[in-house]
């Protein structure tokens, strides 16, 4: 267990709808990563989140966006999905973006099927 | 850009053989960090290692090991005596050193061992 948590595990929705996946980092990491697993794209980095404030943009789509709150949780909000959205959405965290503390740890994976 | 090439997309071995999985990455950091995960079929991904790119000491742990060398920009995995619970995909990931250290993938390679 890396002590990082998403909810739910797994879910399934039609094309047009939107979603939000939810992550809870390991209590005292500041900085949250969303991946996407596609079978076409492979494991690709969308977004960073550090104390609240984005930090950094991957292949992120633009109907796809993400917050961190206060209490450092993060959701990834999918909206007017399309059957090629159907992936794993894996959250990682870590202490901080910089110096050695470069160690993601990665929640379990939400795995979104679009019909 | 940074880029991992993981060229082996399955390789499937019978059990207590040795196997290697190959990664090769490109970068123009001077230092960055390489990272092994493991991917069970049970889906999360599962830390192995993290190397920093001015140490190029090759490492062990029980039956894995790992071959770092800078100047072939490779960093291979080593399973010693192979078990069935060894069957997974394996990423190779690389990350720069400093700003948002995202994670870049390789393509995974499948790993099935056979008993």
């Known amino acids: 267990d890396s002590g990082v948590t998403q909810t739910p595990k797994h879910l399934i929705t039609a094309t047009g709808q939107r979603v939000t996946l939810r992550c809870s980092p390991r209590s005292g990491d500041l900085s949250v990563y969303w991946y996407q697993q596609s079978l076409d794209q492979g494991l690709q980095f969308l977004i960073q989140y550090y104390n609240g404030e984005e930090r950094a943009k991957g292949n992120i789509l633009e109907r796809f966006s993400a917050q961190q709150f206060p209490d450092l949780h993060s959701e990834l909000n999918l909206s007017s999905l399309e059957l090629g959205d159907s992936a794993l959405y894996f959250c990682?965290?870590?202490?901080?973006?910089?110096?050695?503390?470069?160690?993601?740890?990665f929640g379990p994976g939400t795995r979104l099927t679009v019909l | 850009a940074q880029k991992v090439t993981q060229a082996q997309t399955e390789i499937s071995v019978v059990e207590k053989e040795d196997v290697t999985l190959d990664c090769v990455y490109e970068?123009?950091?001077?230092?960055?960090?390489l990272f092994w995960y493991k991917q069970p079929p049970s889906g999360e991904l599962v830390f192995l290692i993290r190397r920093n790119s001015f140490d190029e000491q090759n490492e062990i742990s029980g039956r894995y090991s790992w071959n770092f060398q800078k100047s072939t920009s490779s960093f291979n995995f080593t399973i010693t005596a192979s078990q069935v619970v060894d069957s997974a995909v394996y990423f190779c990931?690389?990350?720069?050193?400093?700003?948002?250290?995202?994670?870049?993938f390789g393509q995974g390679t499948r790993l099935t061992i056979n008993p």
């Open positions: 990931a690389l990350s720069e050193a400093s700003g948002a250290q995202k994670l870049v």
């Open positions: 990682a965290s870590s202490v901080t973006p910089g110096g050695a503390e470069n160690e993601q740890f």
């Open positions: 970068t123009r950091d001077t230092t960055y960090y």
